[in-house]
């Protein structure tokens, strides 16, 4: 009987632009409820390009970018800009964690196993190691200390892709490694938010998400269901969420037809090298035409070196970098020796990560700064800047013949501020040298002219104008002096 039904919508989704499943009784041999329908075909929505409004009235969506007018940009960065866990996930995970350790979870010998394992999970991820899996306190430890920050900080991804364009109305979106959902929960909060703006601004925000996921630990997995069930659980069939398949990542069937893969945190715990973790990555996105890649990884020094490594590798099999690396003299990087990432501020702790880090050391179990390193990557051409450096301007790799003089150079700003207050240090990079490179600028050089380079955005590309050159030896690398007189312009390429 579901097979009539699919095939009469299959064919009314082919032949009209717009039907009410209440319609489809005119045509099949029994007669259904609607909302019978409606649950029968919820799943299979996406597949078959339909839009169905609360209402029930079905219309072929036709794949196109999200409309990222000015307003709704705007809005959507107000909405972010201060990062927290939405009240519902918060709830959703803080019913969880009881769930599974009890109501009092934050006292006694729970919190006690808690909390060194939330310290011992710390480790291994600065080890690089995966651990054994996580049984269930291992889950909840991740629930109280990783998933807020990691939930909140690729939203900004989510953003940057909007507003280049790469989000759609209709989109595959692949979640490798899903732990316990932390993407695909974000991802799913992310398009509620933003369906609320179009909303909010009279705009179309019909829209056909299908989130599916791939991970090897059969806990995460219970847990990813559990929480995603719950999540979804009386809101609009217009974003999905698939059956989590479980496989290691380097053995999955390969998905077809996605639109956004995203690989968080999960590569640095595969056992191979960064560069053959290039070669899963690949694989699984070998079965789609045009889809954007996000690989996130933690931003300390041997994680973050790691991820460059992969990215130039994937660049060297024809992935193109979207963004944080512009290639501003047209030449790909090594990838080698580079650590950079992005600080995007802190988000506001969730009751429950008070809760356990309520005790001696506290700040041991408080996890609220954004700081991440991470990749966005195409299949097919497009990057955030298309900027190229011509002739007023120096190569950063020519810095040595040029020590004590000033020069010109174009350069991505890849980081926040590193130094202090008193001393601003950015690193920089045009992807032509292997030491690292920084523009220093000591605040009392601060002018009307070189100001821009505060302002300058992780990424971003500036034209800097008379800057001195200066080799720091001990560390093997460039520092280029901001003087009051240096002028420093971002390009907005
Ligand atoms: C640090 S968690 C990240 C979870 C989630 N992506 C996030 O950002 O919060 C890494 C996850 O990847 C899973 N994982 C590790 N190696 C994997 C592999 N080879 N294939 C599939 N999943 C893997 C782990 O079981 C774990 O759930």
Redesign the pocket.
Known sequence: MTSEIFSLAKYLAASRSEFSLSEMNQYLSRKYEEKELFDILKMHFFDLGLYCSPDLKCSKLVKRALPADESVVTELEGLLKEPVLPLRIEKLLSSYIERTCGKNWNTGDTARLIRENIISQKEE?WKGE?GS??PKIRIVS?LLY??PV?FCQYQYLLLELFKGGLLFNKMRII??????G??TLSTVDFFRKLQDVYSRNNMDGKLSIRIES????LE?ILCYEELSKNYMSGGSANIIIGEPVR????T?PVPHDADLIVF???LA??KSTPPERANVVERIASGSRDPTLII?EPADLDNSKALRVTQQTLVRKGFNVYSPCSFIWGKMCSGDNCWSFKEQGNITAPDFMKKIADTTDSYRYMNTDMKFSSVILRKRGSSKHNYRAKGKFMALSNLKKHIEKHINVATSVMSGNLGNEKTLVFKICDGTVREPCYAIMPVYHMSENNRELMKADYGDIVEIFGVLVRENKEQASFNLLVTRNTIVRITGV
């Open positions: 991820y995966g899996g996580y991740y990783h998933f990691y979640d490798a490694g899903s732990g316990p932390t993407i791939i991970e090897k630990e995460n496989s290691s990542i380097e999955a968080s945190n999960v715990e595969l996130i």
